[in-house]
C-alpha cells in the first residue's frame, strides 16, 4: 500500500528535507536583514517564527518518514506530535495581530496558518489508522507548509520594505 509504506516515497522525502532546509536557511538570512524593522512593528517577530516553525517542520516530517523499520502506528503517532507541536506553536502567538488588521489580513494570516498544519494532522491520524489517504495527506501538508513559510518570508524580505 503506497499511502501508508513511507519507504515508497523516500525520494520525495529526501527532496523535502533538503528543500526545506535550504529554504529555512536563506529565511534566516532574509530575518537578518530586516531584523531591526521586523523586531519595531509588532507580529512581525511572531510571523518570522511561524515561517521558520513550518519550514523546519517539514524537514522534521521529512526525517521522520525516513526512518527505516517503523510501524506505521509509529509513523503516524510521530508525525501527530510533529503536526501538533506546530499547530500549537504557530496557532499561540494569534494575539501578536497590529491592531486593527484588516479582514483580508487576517483571513490570510489563518489561511497560511491551517493550510500547512491540517493536512498534516489529518494525514498522521490517517497512517495511524491505516484508512483515509496516509501520506498523500502528508504530502499535501509538506506542499502547504513550504507555500506558507516561503509566502511569511516573501513578507519579511519584500513587502516589509514598502
Known amino acids: 500500500m503506497y499511502a501508508y509504506d513511507p ?7 529526501v527532496a523535502a528535507a533538503g528543500a526545506s532546509a535550504a529554504l529555512a536557511g536563506l529565511l534566516f538570512v532574509a530575518i537578518s536583514i530586516n531584523l531591526e524593522r521586523i523586531i519595531d512593528e509588532k507580529g512581525l517577530a511572531e510571523r518570522g517564527l511561524e ?15 525516513l526512518i527505516p523499520g517503523q510501524s506505521q502506528g509509529v509513523l503516524g503517532a510521530e508525525l501527530f506530535v510533529v503536526a501538533a507541536a506546530l499547530a500549537f506553536a504557530i496557532l499561540k502567538p494569534i494575539r501578536a495581530q497590529p491592531a486593527h488588521a484588516p479582514r483580508n489580513y487576517i483571513l490570510g494570516r489563518w489561511a497560511l496558518r491551517l493550510m500547512g498544519t491540517v493536512p498534516l494532522l489529518i494525514g498522521a491520524i490517517s497512517v495511524m489508522i491505516g484508512d483515509g489517504g496516509g501520506l498523500y495527506w502528508v504530502v499535501a501538508g509538506i506542499v502547504f507548509a513550504i ?4 509566502s511569511n518570508a516573501w513578507v519579511l524580505l519584500v513587502e516589509i520594505l514598502r
Open 7 to 13: 519507504s515508497q516515497w523516500s525520494d520525495l522525502f
Open 51 to 65: 515561517a521558520v516553525l513550518t519550514l523546519v517542520s517539514v524537514l522534521v516530517v521529512s526525517i521522520v518518514c
Open 147 to 150: 507555500l506558507a513559510g516561503t
